[in-house]
Every structure is written in structure tokens, then in C-alpha cells.
């Protein structure tokens, strides 16, 4: 079992950057693959990225899809993403994501994960 914790939340103007952390318990960190989604007022959560247990494979939304980064330091139980060029309609709440895998693969749903995070506010202004 792993619990995580996502943080680097905030407000930012259009354009911007911020880099969201999450951070795993756990010694198996690097038997997970992990993922970023986020949910806006009203919407569905949605994919945002994802990346394998070694960090060797991504995936990314069409939309964030050259805005967005995402990666992963296993000596330091933490996946990252970085976000630039922010705009308005990034805004949302981004959920951090984790499911064991034996292969170094990763999931692109929800109904992949089984471990959530608390969730961190995003918040773009125009």
C-alpha cells in the first residue's frame, strides 16, 4: 500500500509555470506506476499524464501535450510535473495517482489506479 501526498499548488497567471510534487511512503516506490489527473468544477477527472515504474515511458493529454513534463526521482519516492504556459482552462484540482505494476507500463484511466492523493489546487488567471 502507498499513500501520497501532492503539493506545488497555487494561483498563477496565464503563461506561467508551477511544478506540482508528489511524494510516495513506501519502500516500493519504483514498483509504481504513476499518474496525474485533474477534475475541474462540474467535469470529470481526466488524464493529464502518466509515467512508467523506471521513468522510461510517458503519456501525456492532447492538451497539455508540449506544455506539460512529467517525471519521477525513485531514490526520492516523488513524481513530478511541470507545467508551463499555463493557461485558464488548466485550472483544476490535480490528483496525484499510483498503481503497482510488474511490468514498466502506465495507465492512462482512472480505473487503473487504485492509490489517490488528496489532491492540490491549480488555479490559472487570464
Known amino acids: 500500500q502507498v499513500q501520497l501526498i501532492e503539493s506545488g499548488g497555487g494561483l498563477v497567471q496565464a503563461g506561467g509555470s508551477l511544478r506540482l510534487s508528489c511524494a510516495a511512503s513506501?519502500?516500493?516506490?519504483?514498483?509504481?506506476?504513476m499518474g496525474w489527473f485533474r477534475q475541474a468544477p462540474g467535469k470529470a477527472r481526466e488524464f493529464v499524464a502518466a509515467?512508467?515504474?523506471?521513468?522510461?515511458?510517458?503519456s501525456y493529454a492532447d492538451s497539455v501535450k508540449g506544455r506539460f513534463t512529467i517525471s519521477r526521482d525513485n531514490a526520492k519516492n516523488t513524481v513530478y510535473l511541470q507545467m508551463n504556459s499555463l493557461k485558464p482552462e488548466d485550472t483544476a484540482v490535480y490528483y496525484c495517482a499510483a498503481e503497482y505494476t510488474y511490468r514498466d507500463r502506465w495507465y492512462a484511466s482512472t480505473e487503473g489506479y487504485d492509490y489517490w492523493g488528496q489532491g492540490t489546487q491549480v488555479t490559472v488567471s487570464s
Open positions: 509515467i512508467s515504474r523506471s521513468g522510461g515511458s510517458t
Open positions: 513506501g519502500r516500493t516506490f519504483s514498483s509504481y506506476a
